[in-house]
């Protein structure tokens, strides 16, 4: 719900206001000449200027209100009609043990491969507003965490849920690539893509990852493979007898099969090693996967001017009401 004024120029009129108000209470009273004043004075019972002026300050509030009133307040919201396709993107995630490499920073700090992805992958859910998105989650096994969704809320709720480990430790691309293109086959999208992120090698599941790209190729879905890392040894947290240390392990990194699903599913393949360099592949795939989205517009309006409209007439009533009884002027 947002608040805007209809015609708000006639706001200017404000201005106006407190130096009319200014004008009033620096004026001379006008005076009647008669011989005796000393015995006038008795008349006036001793009241206060100020509240003989009272009338003057109900006609200035009821003026601000009236002013207001007449720039319409209003709330207001908008609800958008689709008119668009769009695109439906299956995003696999590996979060295998691998995942734990300390190779990556954010805010100058170490931290593992996975909370890099993370990050970057809810700001890529974020951009594609009229897309539909789903997660495949994989490690020796995969499974679909999201199937494809306009929810965004839900998607990064199940992003920052991700644990590595939680699909096993080992590494099944090709049943990632088989289940996200299961759920991408039957549908009628301008463009249907999977975007597969790992640091591994292919050593788990009953699919290889070319027969998976095939069968994507076939259905006209279109892949984009991002390997992280690479083959140097890199830092882990290890538990040892005498508490957390940082040793150097290698990861069997398979740089070539990455390509070559890439390349048999039409797609491209990218190469991440800090996490700067995600963030920017994946601002690459999102601009050149963009669709014109067709919308229609409607805006549902609430009036509020009645709210102020109804106080400026009490306050005008008021004002007649004093003004012909308790401060009645002598003509």
Request: charged content about 25%; some cysteine; overall charge positive.
């Amino acid at each position: 719900m947002m608040f805007r004024f209809q015609y708000p120029v006639i706001l200017f009129l404000l201005v106006v206001i407190p130096a009319l108000l200014f004008f009033v209470f620096k004026r001379k009273t006008q005076g009647i000449t008669h011989s005796c004043t000393s015995r006038l004075s008795r008349l006036t019972g001793g009241g206060s200027s100020l509240f003989a002026r009272f009338p003057i300050l109900l006609r200035t509030f009821c003026l601000i209100l009236l002013v207001i009133a007449a720039a319409r307040p209003q709330f207001y919201n908008v609800s958008r009609d689709s008119r668009s396709s769009g695109v439906d993107i299956m995003l696999c995630l590996d979060t295998s043990l691998s995942m734990q490499a300390l190779d990556f920073e954010l805010e100058g700090k170490p931290v593992n491969r996975l909370a890099v992805v993370k990050k970057v992958v809810n700001e890529f859910i974020k951009e594609r507003e009229t897309d539909r998105i789903g997660l495949v989650v994989f490690g020796e096994e995969a499974f679909t965490q999201s199937p494809l969704t306009m929810d965004k809320g839900l998607l990064l709720g199940l992003v920052d849920k991700m644990e590595i480990g939680m699909a096993g430790d080992s590494t099944a691309i090709g049943n990632a690539i088989a289940i996200a293109g299961k759920r991408l086959k039957n549908l009628k999208a301008k463009s249907k893509i999977i975007i597969i992120l790992t640091d591994g090698r292919s050593n788990a599941g009953d699919i290889t990852p070319q027969e998976a790209a095939d069968a994507a190729a076939v259905l006209g879905i279109k892949i984009y493979s991002i390997g992280v890392g690479g083959t140097a040894p890199v830092p882990f947290k290890v538990n040892t007898p005498f508490g957390p240390r940082i040793v150097k392990q290698s990861v069997d990194f398979d740089e070539k099969t990455l390509k070559e699903i890439a390349i048999t599913a039409k797609g491209k393949y990218f190469r991440a090693t800090d996490s700067k360099e995600l963030a920017k592949i994946y601002d690459i795939i999102n601009k050149a996967e963009k669709t014109e989205v067709k919308a229609k517009e409607f805006f549902n309006f609430k009036e509020l001017y009645y709210y102020f409209l109804i106080p400026a007439m009490i306050l005008l009533v008021l004002e007649l009401v004093l003004k012909t009884t308790l401060l009645r002027i002598i003509p």
